[in-house]
């Protein structure tokens, strides 16, 4: 990839918006080391933090604070880059990145300074997304994959990968050179086995990469089911807090109430919504409208019962409702009143939890088979941060091996079969990525990254 060095110098406040302790301004390009001079009146030793006043054009003080200078290639960026760490005031953070635009910067656009970092070759894509990924992880598990993939953990399985791949290319297509013996170069040189251990070893890196995908996506669950049934009560206790309104009365909840949570570091975005039922009132006939397009995005439809009355046929209309491809638990609530015990029961092919919102007795039963529905397994020391197109260009990668494998017979077939595997799983860390896939990416970082 040719380096990516710009004529254009950029600068951008690098921490988050509004009052803090400590505030940074990062700035990348050739007039990084002219920017300190005009500021700091010397540019600092390379890597040397400096305790410096920074200064207005005219010389007065801006503030006073921590300057430091990396020059190209040993930087973020592989540019000159220059960092000021300043107290954290908006208005002094403000003033110190307009001192720097009127030296020659200009504002950077969201992800710019990372964009540069990928096409300087400091990091690959993999690597770029996981630096977003840190930043936004809602979760511990999320923050640890997150930052195994940014240390390069899921790109180096990724060219192991892809150079098992190419070696196996390479073979195939040397066989094209002597077609009337295609065959015997096929058999002797074990290409299905080899084939065979490349789809293997996919499989087991797709594994990992959608528990990531698991940890930064997260689920989406909705609480359905007739009024005063529990839903409130089932979202509070699994939220371990009063973040709905409780009371006898029917239709107390009005409209959706969404609350994110986390069950063994996956996050759970759950969603209570108003209870189904005939009514007149013009307000809970909007929540029961929300309630039905909230299900259209859901992953999972708790299907709440109480459970001295069981499932009667308004409960049997609503799940004839619910989409097809949503999984579907029915969740027996108010246990403690018909004085059951919890219990897991699969009858017909559906998921029947009894359990207590109240007492939280059964509660740990939903939670595991809420992990078991999300495809969860106990996350490991390999799960990288996966996003959708990495599951994607797997997937696609899976697809053309398999095609692959069908076509043993001819070698031409196999080798474009994985050529074109070859190029979706380059496309994961950046090595065959489209232009416009990289705006995409990149558009989505903070100001400053």
């Avoid at 760490?85 to 656009?109: D, F, N």
């Avoid at 690597?127 to 977003?132: D, K, R, W, Y």
């Avoid at 499989?203 to 989406?220: M, P, T, W, Y």
Wanted: proline letters at 3%; hydrophobic letters at 45%; one cysteine or more.
């Amino acid at each position: 990839m040719a380096n990516a060095n710009s004529l254009d110098t950029i600068a951008a406040i690098a921490t988050a918006s509004g009052a803090g302790g400590i505030g940074i301004v990062r700035v990348s390009g050739p007039a990084a080391g002219s920017i300190a001079t005009n500021i700091l009146g010397t540019c600092p030793a390379p890597r040397f933090a400096a305790y410096l006043p920074f200064k207005l054009e005219n010389g007065e003080p801006i503030d006073r604070g921590i300057a430091i200078f990396y020059p190209n290639p040993h930087s973020y960026t592989g540019e000159d880059v220059l960092e000021l760490q300043a107290h954290g005031g908006t208005a002094l953070m403000q003033l110190l990145l307009a001192r720097c635009i009127s030296l020659g910067a200009r504002q950077a656009e969201p992800g710019e300074f990372t964009r540069r970092a990928y096409l300087n070759e400091k990091i690959d894509l993999a690597q770029a997304e996981a630096v977003a990924d840190v930043i936004n992880a809602a979760t511990v598990e999320a923050a640890k994959s997150a930052a195994r993939s940014l240390s390069g953990e899921f790109s180096q399985t990724i060219n192991a990968l892809l150079g098992k791949l190419i070696e196996l290319r390479m073979f195939v297509e040397a066989c094209l050179d002597f077609p009337e013996e295609e065959i015997d170069f096929i058999t002797q040189g074990r290409v299905a086995e080899k084939l065979e251990a490349i789809i293997v070893a996919l499989s087991a890196v797709f594994a990992k990469a959608k528990q990531g995908s698991l940890l930064r996506e997260g689920i989406n669950v909705v609480l359905v089911g007739q009024p005063n049934v529990g839903k409130s009560s089932l979202m509070n206790a699994l939220a371990g807090e009063e973040v709905a309104i409780v009371t006898a009365i029917a239709g107390t909840t009005r409209d959706t109430i969404k609350n994110a949570i986390q069950i063994n570091g996956v996050p759970l975005h759950v969603i209570d919504t108003a209870g189904l039922r005939e009514t007149e009132d013009e307000v809970e006939k909007f929540g029961i409208a929300r309630t039905w397009a909230s299900l259209q995005t859901a992953n999972i439809a708790l299907l709440l019962v109480d459970a001295a009355h069981g499932i009667t046929e308004t409960e049997k209309s609503i799940l004839a409702r619910l989409p097809q491809e949503i999984a579907k638990i029915w969740v027996h609530n108010k246990i403690d009143v018909s004085r059951e015990t919890p219990k897991l029961e699969e009858i017909a092919h559906e998921t029947h939890i009894h359990l207590s919102a109240k007492t939280g007795d059964g509660l740990a039963l939903l939670k595991a088979q809420l992990l078991k529905l999300a495809g969860y397994q106990a996350a490991g020391e390999g799960v990288f941060m996966a996003r959708a197109r990495h599951l994607e260009a797997l997937q696609s990668v899976k697809a053309h091996l398999q095609e692959a494998r069908a076509q043993l017979s001819s070698s031409e077939l196999i080798a474009e079969e994985l050529r074109l595997a070859q190029e979706a799983l380059s496309s994961i860390t950046g090595e065959f990525t489209p232009d416009d896939l990289l705006g995409e990416i990149f558009s989505k970082f903070c100001i400053g990254k």
